[in-house]
């Protein structure tokens, strides 16, 4: 197979060179599909706009940049891009993808920019972005992901943009973002964001992201209905104290580890550690999560009455204690008219002794 289609990819090659050396902007133009305009001085093919509904054959193979935005694309082969191996930019954005296949990108090794805004992609094989180390920009926004499966950026070493906007995310693994070492701006807006324990260890990496000069946008929670509206970096932490509560009830169970629970729920076994957000103990997150605000309200007002009570205390004592001193600075200033009160003890000390 792979011979098969290295020969007359080879021989593209070697008539393109034949061509540079007696009219290069001709052969280029002979080797630019008819849907698209290129530009070779640098190597951009771009396909926007065409009403595309497939990708065109005969892309030059050593383009660096194809565009394909605003198209009507709604699926791609596996083989689309398999033969781009220099593509270092990728835009498809504006389609309406909602499913792509595993292997789409397995070829296109020095990816740097991958845009996918604005399609229907649903989900995402966790084998897609797989061996592109050189990936710098990754957008995802405005498509119907409601989750990613762990281990997706593994390979994404280098990323240092990544927008998750508008899409339909609940929750997030931390697992699953440890693998960016640069990244530095981070998109999650305008996603339905559960604000309960699933969420708890992503909010700790959010945490440490942003101390080691990460940038976010807001993270908004839609539920709880008590967190509705609040970013969830705001949350107290001890909102989620509850979560080990939740963890250390059922290790010390009779005997039943978290895990097989929620594998019996989680669809995919592929996963290995399913057990940080089963769908199953999801539910119990927003009554707990309500007893929480209200031990919290509780304890709020037991200490604002015992402070008002403190400052009542403290005023009566300092308003009894500057009466008394003023009444005492008076019994002073009278006295000295009738004499000063020491002078007349020792008068009256002196009285004594002469008598
Ligand atoms: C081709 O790319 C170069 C470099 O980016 C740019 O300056 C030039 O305007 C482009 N030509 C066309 C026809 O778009
Ligand atoms: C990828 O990029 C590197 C460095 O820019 C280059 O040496 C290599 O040939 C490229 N690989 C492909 C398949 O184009
Ligand atoms: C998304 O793509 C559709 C179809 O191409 C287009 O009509 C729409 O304007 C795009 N929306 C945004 C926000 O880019
Ligand atoms: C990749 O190259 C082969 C041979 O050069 C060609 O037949 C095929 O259409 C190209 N694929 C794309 C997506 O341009
Ligand atoms: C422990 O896990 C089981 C099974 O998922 C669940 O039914 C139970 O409610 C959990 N216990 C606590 C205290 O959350």
Redesign the pocket.
Known sequence: MRVAQRLPSNWAQGSFLACCLSLCAASSLLSCPTSCKCNISNLEVDCSGRGLTSVPPNIPQDTRTLLLLNNRLSSLSEMSFSNLTSLHRLDISNNFLDQLPPQLFLDLLNLTELRLRNNSIRSLDRDLLQGLGFLRRLDLSLNGLSQLPSGLLDDLTMLRWLSLRSNRLQSLDRVTFEPLNNLENLQLGDNPWECDCSLRDFKHWMEWFTYRGGRMDELQCTLPKELRGRDIRMVPVEMFSYCS??ED??NS?PG?K?GP??AKTSPAPLEPEPALD?P??QR?RPTSVRRAIGTVIIAGVVCGVVCIMMVVAAAYGCIYASLMAKYHRELKKRQPLMGDAEGEQEEQRQISSVA
């Open positions: 509560q939740l009830e059922n169970g039943e978290p629970p929620c089963c199953q103990r119990y």
